[in-house]
Each structure stands twice: as C-alpha cells, then as structure tokens.
C-alpha cells in the first residue's frame, strides 16, 4: 500500500509535484519542519510544536494558511495513522515552506505543508555511552536559530563527525565555545538540586521536550538555570542527559571524561513524568 500523505489540506500518496523543483525549502531553505510523536492515540505536545511552528513561520514572513490550526492537525494526524495502518503510535513530520516565486527574494507570504507519518522506533535505551564535542561548525543567535528550519547542515555535519568517531551523541557549541545543544537534542544536566540547560542566546533550538523538563522541574524540588556554559562544567555535573520529544537519556562519556549518573530521585519522578 502506497504512503498517504497530506498536502495542503488533500490527502495525496506520494509527494513529488511537477513544480517540485520551484520549492523554496528546496531551493533555498525558505522554510521550516516540526517532529512530533503520537503515542497510544495521542499527539503529544501539539500546542507547544504548533507555537513554535507558527513562531518559525512569523520570523520567516510566512503566514498561517486558514484553517491550519492545532485542532486541523490533530484530527489529520490521527486519520493519516488510520489510513497508513499504524494504530495509535507515529513519528510525525510536518514540513512547511514558502510557496514559489523569486529568487532570494520572495514574492509571497503565503504557505505550502506537508503532513507524513512513519512508524515509531522503538523506545530509545536509557543511556548514551559516547559522546563528543563538535569543533568544525559554531552555532550563533539569530531571529530564527531558535526554530527547526530546512537549514539543518550544522546539525547533519555534526551528525556525521559523530559517527565517524563511533559516538553515541554529539555536542554542538556556539561560536564563543559555550555548550549549546546536542546533535538532535536539548542539551542539560543536573548539579546540587538545579537542573542547568544552555540559553536560546547560544543559538540552539528551543526544545518542545525541554520546555515540558523546565515546566514540571520546580513541582519535583528542582530549580533550573538557563544561562551560558562552557564544557567544563558537565564534567563536574551530578547528571548529563539529552531529550527530545522521543525520549530523555542519560550521557555517560564526555570527550572521554566519565560522568556520574547520580540516582536522583527528584530527577527520576520528573523522567518518569514525561515518558
């Protein structure tokens, strides 16, 4: 069975239009993509995904088509699961772009979306034992490092630095050397009761996960400090951990400094919250 997909509002299977190759994202990385998990029938996180998506797309001038809301993308989500036979679990990818037209300069606001569906992986494993700094590209703060947009190739280079080095992970630094983000994922560890994260101001995304850790932390004792870092100090953290909206692991090696992995259980119940 073909891969149904929606497209502007139409379910479609396959995606390759014939002006295909006029898209902008395409073309010129003129747009923006989100992830989202759908677990036991549930779109996880979709106001917090929407929000950043339709911030991505006012920093890019790129407005809202109508009737592209929460509500419209749930209800597709939950139908594209039905349709490609995947029950209630997905990984969800929405795509959206500028419609065609320019060249560097557009001549529209408006957008074009995509909605696909792939299985769900299995549960990612608890720990990472590896993983590296990257050194070759720095991330710097703009008006939208902050979205997920189709200009990834820092983090698709990063990526490939981690495997050649047979790492597990790979951490991202801005152009002051400060830590801000993994290859794929938020970035924070835990010291003395405080759970630290790197500042948006590094250039890093603002994680949909993240957002939900920094949300729940002070109902389980925890404060949290969102500021500039440099490496040193996930060598002396009680816990280093990634997360993403698939999952929350812990890094055992750093640039092979082993971490501790304290058994904190304010930190557990908070994990436990949210997976």
């Given at each position: 069975m073909s891969t149904k997909l929606i497209h502007n509002f139409s379910v479609t299977?396959?995606?390759?239009?014939?002006?295909?190759?006029q898209n902008r994202a395409f073309q010129y990385g003129d747009g923006l993509f989100e992830t989202i998990i759908m677990r036991d029938g549930t779109v996880r996180f979709l106001p917090d995904h929407?929000?950043?998506?339709?911030?991505?797309?006012?920093a890019l001038g790129i407005d809202v088509p109508e009737g592209f809301t929460p509500g419209y993308l749930r209800q597709a989500i939950e139908d594209l699961a039905l349709q490609n036979n995947l029950g209630g679990d997905a990984r969800v990818k929405i795509h959206v772009w500028r419609s065609p037209g320019g060249l560097y300069t557009p001549e529209s606001r408006n957008a074009e979306f995509l909605v696909s569906l792939t299985e769900l992986p299995q549960e990612p494993v608890p720990f990472k034992k590896k993983a590296i700094f990257y050194e070759d590209i720095r991330l710097s703060a703009s008006a939208v490092s902050r979205f997920k947009t189709t200009s990834a190739l820092p983090y698709v280079m990063a990526a490939l630095a981690r495997r050649h080095a047979g790492a597990d992970e790979v951490i991202l630094l801005d152009v002051y050397g400060h830590l801000a983000e993994c290859g794929a994922s938020s970035l924070l560890w835990l010291k003395d009761g405080t759970l630290y994260t790197p500042s948006v101001a590094t250039?890093?995304?603002?994680?949909v996960?993240?957002?939900?850790?920094?949300r729940l932390a002070p109902a389980h004792g925890l404060a949290v400090k969102q500021d500039l870092f440099f490496r040193e100090e996930l060598f002396a953290a009680d816990a280093v951990l990634c997360c993403n909206v698939a999952g929350i692991q812990f890094i055992k090696n750093v640039a092979g400094h082993d971490l501790r992995k304290e058994q904190i259980p304010e930190l557990h119940r908070l994990m436990e919250e949210l997976t």
């Open positions: 299977e396959g995606f390759l239009p014939n002006d295909f190759w929407f929000g950043r998506l339709a911030g991505g797309m006012a250039g890093c995304i603002e994680g996960m993240l957002k939900q850790m920094i």
